[in-house]
């Protein structure tokens, strides 16, 4: 991979944005609050990670949901969007998250073998195969279960039929691909929403930072009265 060989100047605000699932529906939201990026943003060929936007003084970084968290926390970013469930599993403390954009919703749920009548063995213990080891463990040490996390970045559904883990916690929308694979949903750990993200000392230091905060607040608030007059 690349990375743009104009990427920006120390003095540039960084933008971190999501691949996959967020990005389709925060791409409109930012462009309302005054962040559009340039056109190789848009070029399926291009493999930088890196990208001007229509401000001087802005660059987009194009990056996994879980690294937009880091890059944010750490100052390597100052600006971010990313899911709840990424906020709640990392729990940074330089990290902050203003706004709720409400997009990209969905669920955080475990799931079981539909045919797993015992729901997953002894009542003290239990393997979990999922990417949010600090959420499940979390989750089922307050029903007084022990969860032994299995660390996987994909294909969670084929776990319990091969044996990996008797239980998933993954993201879950409509519930068909759990379907597909003969699970089904047993509990929601947290209901999922896209959050604008900011770096605490960023927010403190530098007001470009806070008036996107505002941009942001207030293109949700637009769009959320725009719905409940719909």
């Known amino acids: 991979m690349t990375v743009n060989p104009h990427p920006g100047n120390p003095g540039q605000l960084t933008f971190a944005i999501p691949k996959g699932r967020i990005l389709?529906?925060?791409?409109?939201?930012?462009?309302?609050?005054?962040?559009e990026p340039d056109a190789d943003f848009y070029?399926?060929?291009?493999?930088?990670l890196a990208f001007g936007t229509n401000r001087?003084?802005?660059?987009?970084?194009?990056?996994?949901?879980?690294?937009?968290?880091?890059?944010?926390?750490?100052?390597a970013a100052q600006v971010g969007i990313v899911g709840s469930d990424?906020?709640?599993?990392?729990?940074?403390?330089?990290?902050?998250?203003?706004?709720?954009?409400?997009?990209?919703h969905c669920r955080l749920s475990v799931a079981r073998l539909a045919s797993d009548d015992n729901e997953g063995g002894s009542a003290s213990h239990l393997r979990v195969a999922t990417k949010y080891p600090s959420l499940t463990r979390r989750h089922f040490e307050a029903a007084g279960v022990q969860a032994e996390c299995v660390?996987?970045?994909?294909?969670?559904?084929?776990?319990?039929?091969?044996?990996?883990?008797?239980?998933?916690?993954?993201?879950?929308?409509t519930g068909t691909t759990l379907r597909e694979n003969g699970l089904v949903e047993t509990s929601v750990i947290l209901e999922i929403s896209a959050r604008l993200i900011?770096?605490?000392t960023a927010l403190k230091t530098d007001p470009r930072v806070?008036?996107?905060?505002?941009?942001?607040?207030?293109?949700?608030?637009?769009?959320?009265?725009?719905?409940a007059a719909a």
């Open 24 to 35: 389709d529906e925060a791409l409109p939201v930012m462009a309302r609050a005054g962040v």
């Open 43 to 48: 070029n399926p060929k291009s493999r930088a």
């Open 56 to 75: 001087a003084d802005m660059r987009l970084i194009r990056v996994r949901a879980f690294d937009v968290a880091t890059f944010v926390a750490h100052g």
């Open 86 to 104: 990424v906020i709640e599993e990392f729990d940074y403390a330089d990290l902050y998250a203003p706004v709720d954009l409400g997009i990209g």
């Open 151 to 173: 660390k996987l970045n994909g294909a969670m559904e084929l776990a319990p039929s091969l044996g990996l883990a008797r239980q998933i916690v993954d993201l879950v929308s």
């Open 198 to 200: 900011v770096n605490r």
């Open 210 to 227: 806070p008036a996107l905060v505002d941009a942001f607040r207030r293109e949700a608030e637009e769009r959320a009265r725009k719905a």
